[in-house]
């Protein structure tokens, strides 16, 4: 069973940067689209963006492109999310996700992943 693990997770001001990873047990992810969710309490987890299993592919949502970069490195089995800029409005609980499908464009729904890492809270101050 693939186990992913996201850390970097924390508490900054307004305007300030995080770094998230997340640390995937196997190398069969290597082979497979990845995403970062996220959600607040009392609300439907949503898409944050998602990369393809080579990298030549990504997705944002609207709010944060331009702010907010993923990448992976499948050599570490590790995907990251660069987060610039933060805001108030983008504090919430990450959590990463895997698919199972090999080579399969990345997908924007919470649906289509099968694997899922526990989350890390992030947390802006304003």
């Known amino acids: 069973q693939v186990q992913l693990v996201e850390s970097g997770g924390g508490l900054v001001q307004a305007g300030g940067s995080l770094r998230l990873s997340c640390a995937a047990s196997?190398?069969?992810?290597?082979?497979?689209?990845m995403g970062w969710f996220r959600q607040i309490p009392g609300k439907e987890r949503e898409f944050v963006a998602a990369i393809n299993w080579n990298a030549s592919k990504t997705y944002y949502r609207d709010s944060v492109k331009g702010r907010f970069t993923i990448s992976r490195d499948n050599a570490k089995n590790t995907m990251y999310l660069q987060m610039n800029n933060l805001k108030p409005e983008d504090s919430a609980v990450y959590y990463c996700a895997g698919d199972r499908r090999f080579y399969m464009p990345p997908a924007l729904g919470a649906a289509s992943y099968a694997y899922w890492g526990p989350g890390t809270q992030v947390t802006v101050s304003s």
């Open positions: 196997e190398r069969t992810l290597s082979n497979s689209a």
